[in-house]
């Protein structure tokens, strides 16, 4: 038997269902169906997300080459001019770098959003190494501190 949807009720055999039974199997398609509409939505808001760091990543590599063209633009003058006074070409600047090509272009990619943030190293103090001639003493009596004649200096 086929509700309207095509969804099959009962699995092909004769069967009699009671009361229960039939609101057992309809309440189980009914929570299937909820739970294919949860995950579909869960992939579309995978897509959207994934779309939105896309067009960010579009947008940044967008700005990154109209820089480079505006520095194109001085460069190539500088460059007709230097060859129209008949400087060496081993003499003229450097070519500003392309944002999207060569070695440095793999350097600045933009995190995920779903990314963890980066790791930062925290120096401890028992790895610090300091020279025998910094180190200070910090015994209780004052009177025999070596750096007694700074401590006013200091005080603000």
């Not at 038997?1 to 398609?29: N, S």
């Not at 994934?50 to 001085?74: F, G, T, V, W």
């Not at 910094?134 to 025999?144: G, Q, R």
Request: proline share 8%; charged share 35%.
């Amino acid at each position: 038997m086929k509700d309207k949807k095509g969804h099959h009720l009962l699995d092909g055999r004769v069967q009699i269902a009671t009361a229960p039974e039939f609101r057992k199997l309809v309440k189980d398609m009914q929570e299937k169906k909820q739970l294919e509409k949860e995950q579909k939505e869960a992939w579309a808001e995978e897509r959207k997300k994934k779309a939105s760091a896309n067009a960010a990543l579009q947008h940044q590599k967008a700005q990154q080459i109209k820089r480079y063209n505006e520095d194109m633009a001085p460069y190539q003058e500088e460059c007709t001019t230097l060859a129209a006074d008949g400087v060496l070409k081993k003499f003229w600047p450097k070519k500003p770098t392309h944002p999207t090509r060569g070695r440095k272009a793999n350097q600045s990619k933009p995190l995920s959003p779903d990314s963890p943030p980066p790791l930062i190293s925290i120096t401890h103090a028992h790895y610090i190494a300091t020279p025998a001639d910094l180190t200070v003493s910090l015994d209780d009596d004052p009177d025999d501190s070596e750096y007694k004649d700074f401590e006013d200096q200091f005080n603000f």
